[in-house]
């Protein structure tokens, strides 16, 4: 059995930010229960180079959805990076996980061969469509979902591996 590249690519997204959001719910449900100010878990970084766990959720969803757009070969929706609250957070990974659904397997299968080309800063980046979405898009999404996970956990939110993994 082959895999395509929509089942390579929309299963996984999909689960990693609806892991994220029970993720985001239960930091939600910490912050009050602890009488947190939630905007101290929301601005909150593993280390002062990198970014808070806002922008490591904002960075997850805009890869994942740019990521199939590229692929598809369709233009992006736009997200306005101004979320300030976990009800926000949660709401734009929820539309993600809707753009994510959206893409038919015939936007997607058929571009392991495609070329794609990536400026980030001032370097281009090039890719077989393949290679974009198993070395770039995929392991992006995880690092930044997996940071959003870390500084929760470290933060004091009860977070386990399951969390992270989601039910079989």
């Given at each position: 059995?082959t895999?395509?590249?929509?089942?390579?690519?929309?299963?996984?997204?999909?689960?990693?930010?609806?892991?994220l959001?029970?993720?985001?719910?239960?930091?939600?449900?910490?912050?009050?229960?602890?009488?947190?100010d939630?905007?101290?878990?929301?601005?909150?970084?593993?280390?002062?180079?990198?970014?808070p766990?806002?922008?490591?959720?904002?960075?997850?969803?805009?890869?994942?959805?740019?990521?199939?757009?590229?692929?598809?070969?369709?233009?992006?929706?736009?997200?306005?990076?101004?979320?300030?609250?976990?009800?926000?957070?949660?709401?734009?990974?929820?539309?993600?996980?809707?753009?994510?659904?959206?893409?038919?397997?015939?936007?997607?299968?058929?571009?392991?061969?495609?070329?794609?080309?990536?400026?980030?800063?001032?370097?281009?980046?090039?890719?077989?469509?393949?290679?974009?979405?198993?070395?770039?898009?995929?392991?992006?999404?995880?690092?930044?979902?997996?940071?959003a996970?870390?500084?929760?956990?470290?933060?004091?939110?009860?977070l386990?591996?399951?969390?992270?993994?989601?039910?079989?």
């Amino acid at each position: 059995m082959t895999l395509s590249m929509h089942g390579a690519a929309v299963p996984p997204l999909a689960r990693s930010l609806s892991n994220l959001v029970g993720i985001l719910a239960k930091a939600a449900a910490h912050a009050e229960a602890k009488g947190i100010d939630p905007a101290v878990l929301l601005q909150a970084r593993l280390y002062p180079d990198m970014f808070p766990l806002v922008r490591q959720v904002q960075i997850a969803t805009d890869i994942a959805r740019r990521g199939l757009a590229r692929l598809a070969g369709v233009e992006s929706t736009a997200m306005a990076d101004n979320e300030a609250s976990f009800e926000e957070l949660i709401s734009r990974v929820e539309t993600t996980l809707a753009s994510l659904e959206a893409f038919l397997p015939e936007q997607i299968d058929g571009t392991e061969d495609k070329a794609i080309e990536l400026t980030i800063r001032s370097e281009t980046l090039h890719f077989s469509g393949q290679t974009f979405l198993l070395l770039f898009v995929l392991p992006n999404v995880y690092f930044h979902v997996t940071t959003a996970y870390d500084i929760l956990r470290h933060n004091g939110v009860e977070l386990g591996k399951r969390d992270f993994l989601g039910e079989p």
